[in-house]
């Protein structure tokens, strides 16, 4: 999966758990729960894929 899509559907999850979440407790709960599944997800995708260049991989890492 492309790191940029992958990266959408992370900020489009963290808006869905912002708008259902009842506390803010449980809203932080899920979000950190997320985003670790998403630091997986990234990880195997950078570690089978790589970067295709110097800038995309600076890119990725600005944003």
């Known amino acids: ?3 940029l899509l992958l990266l959408q ?3 489009d999850e963290l808006n869905a758990i912002k708008e259902t979440a ?3 407790l449980e809203r932080s ?3 950190i729960a997320l985003c670790h599944n ?3 997800k990234f990880k195997k ?3 089978q894929n790589g970067f295709t260049s110097e800038q995309e ?3 990725f890492l600005k944003i």
């Open 1 to 3: 999966m492309n790191k």
């Open 9 to 11: 559907q992370l900020q």
């Open 22 to 24: 009842t506390t803010i």
């Open 29 to 31: 709960n899920r979000s």
């Open 38 to 40: 998403f630091l997986r």
């Open 45 to 47: 995708e950078i570690i």
């Open 57 to 59: 991989e600076i890119y």
